[in-house]
């Protein structure tokens, strides 16, 4: 789907358009030269520039395939005509706009570089160039024309831009870093200059140095939403709280708090502006996380409406018609068919995470007893990287239908769930990164269910179910969902686990020696006979009213420690300085380091309870769990769901 910049674009050149019509320089000259055109081409232009304007009315009225159809024969008819050389530039771009609206996007890039060719200084068509071989990770390629760009128009602060991006795509920070103070030298106040410099400390965890830089952007675009996003992770990511906190219960009414106001605007009609997930990971609201989780999914509709031309993009906001809808797109005549004969049920499973990711680290294997002879066909729909990694590998093998789809447009990927006839589409992303919702929203497959990957619903009738258990989607919370629970049986977690075949631990029960051998000793734990607290989650899930609970075990539980893990240099510094105004000494907490995954879980085993801050289906838990040899755990101290506190006796 064609992204906003594009929309831009696309106005800008329908503007063009519009000037062309009203201005024709090259008629203008001849006739001030008393010297008239030779009549085919003047009448050439004239269709040309009338098919221009139409086509652009076309596009915008969401009918993108006649549009192509006008592009071309426009720039077919000022072919060889040197005099309107700018404008067949123009005209090829808005042609490669049109064919990415379409989901070429290959055709697409073919078009623009054409268009670059015939005028170098025609900056958007560059840009759109540079995007295009960004996204496809063709960062080299890319920085080749934003350098190209930059040297032939040294003021335009966009190529400048584009060089420090790719240049950080390839892990050059130096010259990205350079590339934006070049830019802010040309424009000071140039937001995503400024943005981009911040996020390239931020990703050399130079937080210190990027906090600043992000508050500035936040003076020069107060409201724009991207800071506002931004704030809240750097401020999560090493838990500097303050006020206004964002996750705060104190500050999350009234007008005082900059990241509500900042999700609740455009609602209902438009898109929030802040993402689902950081929502979820910041504020425990789950009516406004259900709001805004239902408008992202309504944008994906409109979105695709307009990509199967059943919707228009409204001209005042370059966004989608807000009366966009998906009417029925796909038959299911494939799926009567092939469940007769087979008496098998076909499943299909949606991801982009069959790589190394701790989803394939946790599914791999479940799908093997239905290969050999199980009542289940299972057909995995894979749209992401292929990284050749054992986890992969061992869930290629184990799927009896694996489709490696990988920069396939939403709607090919939709039209080969629908031609396998899959009774039921199961959906592993919702409101994720690298999300499918444009797929669901076609709906290729009769039922369409959400499983594993995001803490709520999904919203605007995009899946009929959403796949829970009794603890994570407790049934009384079913309002904050718009689809149906399916919970999983009493005893079983929807959660699915398979650590004894892990290529990277090994076979057997327990791989690793007991507590008693000297190799514990490089386990990465706090030193001390006292209870061992060990959290490992992100440090943005540990929110002040949760750090307050574990301050409070800490001083109930004499010399006991907690292990967090600290991805950032600053998170220590700030946690200690929070546990001492909390009456805890700061020495009392460990600040344990990113390890592989081998490390990661011998210092789980040596750990004698484990604190999980986690955000589950509807609402956030903080839990303590006791790990055994196994890593199985039990709840034991106290359990936060909601605002609902449950109490459970304890036992170290």
Not at 136 to 156: C, V
Not at 187 to 204: E, G, N
Not at 326 to 344: G, I
Request: hydrophobic fraction near 40%; include cysteine.
């Amino acid at each position: 789907m064609a992204s906003a910049w594009r929309r831009r674009r696309w106005g800008q050149l329908a503007l063009a358009a519009a000037v062309l019509v009203l201005l024709d320089p090259g008629a203008h000259a001849a006739r001030k030269k008393g010297a008239a055109a030779h009549p085919p081409a003047e009448q050439r232009v004239r269709e040309a520039t009338q098919r221009q304007a139409a086509a652009v009315e076309l596009a915008n009225a969401g009918r993108v395939a006649e549009a192509v159809v006008e592009f071309q024969a426009c720039a077919d008819l000022l072919d060889g005509l040197e005099s309107r050389r700018i404008q067949r530039a123009q005209v090829v771009s808005m042609l490669g706009n049109a064919k990415t609206l379409m989901g070429d996007i290959a055709q697409g890039l073919e078009h623009w570089i054409r268009a670059v060719k015939l005028d170098p200084l025609l900056a958007d068509a560059r840009q759109n160039i540079i995007k295009a071989l960004h996204d496809q990770g063709r960062y080299a390629e890319a920085l080749k024309y934003a350098r190209k760009g930059a040297k032939l128009q040294p003021d335009h602060v966009d190529f400048l831009v584009s060089v420090g991006d790719n240049c950080k795509a390839v892990r050059n920070f130096t010259c990205a870093k350079s590339s934006y103070h070049r830019a802010l030298e040309v424009d000071p106040d140039h937001f995503v200059a400024t943005f981009s410099l911040a996020v390239a400390h931020r990703d050399l965890m130079e937080l210190n140095e990027a906090l600043p830089i992000f508050e500035r952007a936040g003076q020069i675009s107060p409201a724009n939403p991207a800071v506002v996003n931004a704030l809240a992770v750097v401020r999560g990511d090493t838990c500097l709280w303050g006020k206004p906190d964002f996750s705060d219960p104190a500050y999350t009414e009234g007008k005082g708090n900059r990241f509500i106001r900042t999700a609740k605007s455009g609602l209902p009609e438009r898109q929030s502006p802040i993402h689902p997930l950081l929502l979820a990971y910041y504020l425990d609201d789950p009516e406004l996380l259900k709001a805004v989780v239902a408008s992202h999914a309504r944008l994906a509709e409109r979105e695709a409406a307009v990509y199967v031309g059943q919707g228009s993009i409204d001209r005042e906001t370059n966004q989608p018609d807000v009366n966009a809808r998906v009417r029925k797109y796909f038959t299911f005549e494939n799926v009567h068919k092939v469940l007769l004969p087979s008496h098998r049920l076909r499943v299909g499973y949606l991801t982009a995470d069959i790589h190394d990711h701790p989803t394939a680290l946790l599914i791999h294997g479940m799908f093997l007893p239905q290969k050999t002879g199980g009542k289940i066909e299972v057909y995995m729909y894979s749209y992401g990287p292929d990284d050749g990694s054992a986890y992969r590998n061992l869930i290629k093998r184990e799927c009896e239908h694996f489709k490696h789809l990988e920069r396939k447009p939403y709607l090919e990927i939709a039209q080969e769930i629908n031609r396998d006839g899959v009774h039921i589409l199961v959906d592993m992303k919702q409101h994720t990164e690298s999300h499918a919702l444009h797929v669901l929203a076609l709906h290729p497959a009769p039922v369409q269910v959400a499983w594993l990957g995001f803490p709520g619903g999904v919203g605007n009738g995009l899946v009929q179910h959403v796949v829970g258990d009794a603890v994570v989607s407790p049934p009384e919370h079913a309002q904050w969902l718009e689809e149906r629970l399916a919970l999983m049986p009493m005893q079983v977690s929807y959660q699915v686990n398979n650590y004894k075949r892990d290529p990277h631990i090994g076979t057997h029960t327990n791989p690793f020696p007991p507590p008693s051998d000297p190799a514990w000793r490089t386990a990465d734990v706090p030193a001390g006979n006292g209870v061992r607290y060990t959290m490992l989650n992100h440090a943005r899930k540990m929110k002040p009213q949760r750090f307050s609970s574990c301050m409070t075990i800490l001083e109930r539980v004499p010399e006991s420690t907690l292990s967090v893990l600290s991805r950032h240099n600053t998170t220590g510094d700030n946690l200690r300085r929070e546990s001492e105004a909390r009456g805890v000494r700061g020495s009392r907490l460990h600040m344990a380091a990113v390890l592989g995954k081998r490390e990661h879980l011998r210092r789980m085993h040596v750990s004698q309870v484990y604190v999980w801050c986690v955000v589950v289906r509807c609402v956030c838990m903080c839990v303590c769990l006791r790990v055994s040899t196994r890593l199985c755990a039990r709840v034991f101290e106290r359990v936060w769901i909601g605002k609902q506190r449950v109490q459970v006796r304890m036992r170290v």
